[in-house]
């Protein structure tokens, strides 16, 4: 999506289409690179046939994403034989993994580029159609402006540090990215009121592990600094934080997000397990104890406070004795929202050497298990809500009078929807109370 009110008139410009593939972070780096691209007068289109040129920001995490990563790029590359002029470029994570042998795999390709690469993907592309307008002066926008959305225009995603310190022994993103590089909070300030400029009601803060941001700049912990920033900045109503660690969350910062009305009371910390053997063993540094502090605390202050978490099963060593520690965690805690997933053997990190690798099969059905028992939990906390209002974030306009969106405890892609039915007319970023007149298995349906 771009903001149409800032493209001017060019004759013919290439047109480029973006696949985004992976997380948020991959999100943050395609639109930096769409709008070097869109400042230097080519055009956006959305679907790849519509394209001169198709560029592919690659994951490389686990073995599905790899998978996904080959599929797009062998069926992007099956547009060839209907347009043999067609550009394919291929970049981002999966590249710097290193692991495959890409000239001789596809040598139908235009250009493969690591993480970081962006100046040398645009000047690539200006090779490649002989095209070269140079920065437009009603375009030059700044290093931290992000013209072009590849998300809904009123959210946006603020990847706040790049890389990851900790070594998880199942993760091969620091083998990746590299180590924890934190921007600065003038810079994440900048970009944060360029967006809100541009439409941003939602603003979605992520990096591998938002708690420790700014450690390696600041020598200290400085994620509430910049909250304290982002939260002036005028035309942005929510904060969300994604990827937080509940063993580095301090009181003060806590205070903070229970006590700022544009911080959304919702946190996405992912636990990954809950036995301490498992724990110590997936390198993580927190306890069950620990967590169940940081959760007590926030339900405590606000019954309502939406705690999300992801876990993951079948780690190697995992018996039968720690899954039940896990299931019985899940129960107690009554998460609002939870992923289960299967651990995946992954070359290169430490706990594919281990002991103890679990059957594919055991492994889906503790996963299906654990899902099961969230599920029972979903039902009872989505019917809670019957008859009372919640603050709610429109998405989309489905047709007059219908409305579709998220609830402060829903974050877009992996949490819930809610249908609403208005009399008054509601636009895509329109933020106010619904009241809740049913719920579903995992969705509700509201009214304004």
């Known amino acids: 999506m771009v903001n149409k009110q800032l493209i001017p008139m060019k004759n013919n410009p290439p047109k480029i289409a973006m696949i985004s593939l992976g997380c948020p972070k991959n999100n943050v780096d395609s639109e930096f690179l769409l709008g070097k691209l869109y400042q230097r007068g080519f055009d956006m289109v959305q679907h790849p046939l519509e394209a001169d040129a198709v560029i592919i920001n690659t994951c490389g995490f686990i073995e599905p994403a790899v998978k996904e990563t080959r599929d797009n790029i062998k069926e992007t590359l099956a547009l060839k034989k209907t347009k043999p002029d067609l550009r394919i470029i291929v970049m981002g994570c999966y590249v710097s993994k290193g692991t495959e042998k890409w000239e001789k795999t596809y040598p139908e390709l235009d250009g493969i580029f690591p993480l970081g690469s962006h100046d040398r993907i645009v000047k690539r592309l200006q090779e490649c159609f002989s095209f070269n307008q140079g920065m437009a002066p009603t375009l030059s926008c700044g290093e931290h402006a992000r013209p072009v959305a590849t998300t809904l225009s009123h959210f946006a995603y603020l990847k706040i540090a790049e890389g990851c310190n900790r070594h998880c022994t199942f993760c091969t993103i620091p083998s990746i990215r590299g180590r924890t590089i934190s921007k600065s909070i003038e810079d994440l300030t900048a970009e944060s009121s360029y967006l809100a ?12 592990d938002t708690t420790s941001y700014g450690i390696d700049r600041y020598r200290k912990p400085a994620l509430l600094d910049l909250l304290k920033k982002l939260v002036r900045i005028s035309g942005i109503q929510w904060i969300r ?22 911080m959304v009371h919702y946190l996405d910390m992912p636990i990954q397990h809950s ?91 503790r996963r299906e298990i654990l899902m099961l028992e969230q599920q029972k939990i979903h039902f009872v906390k989505n019917a809670s809500w019957v008859g009372k209002k919640i603050k709610t974030l429109v998405d989309v306009v489905k047709k007059e009078g219908f409305y579709q969106g998220r609830t402060f405890r829903d974050a877009p892609d992996i949490d819930a929807m809610i249908d609403i039915k208005s009399l008054k007319k509601l636009y895509p970023g329109w933020i106010g109370e619904v009241e809740i007149t049913s719920s579903q298995e995992y969705d509700l349906e509201g009214r304004v």
């Not at 400029?197 to 591998?208: D, F, N, P, Y």
């Not at 580095?248 to 997000?257: A, D, G, K, Q, R």
């Open 197 to 208: 400029q541009r439409g941003v009601k939602e603003l979605i803060l992520i990096a591998q």
């Open 275 to 365: 036995h301490e053997k498992i724990l110590k063993q997936m390198g993580r540094s927190g306890t069950a104890s620990c967590y169940k502090s940081v959760f007590t605390a926030l339900r405590s202050a606000d019954k309502n406070f939406c705690l999300r978490t992801t876990v993951m099963t079948g780690f190697p060593g995992e018996t039968r004795k720690e899954f039940d520690h896990l299931l019985n965690f899940i129960k107690k805690i009554k998460f609002d929202r939870l992923g289960a997933f299967k651990y995946v053997r992954e070359k290169g990190t430490s706990s594919y050497l281990l002991s103890g690798q679990l059957d594919k099969k055991e492994m889906e059905k």
């Open 241 to 262: 934080l994604l990827y937080a660690y509940p063993e580095h969350i301090e009181n003060e910062l806590l205070n903070f997000i229970l006590d700022e009305p544009k």
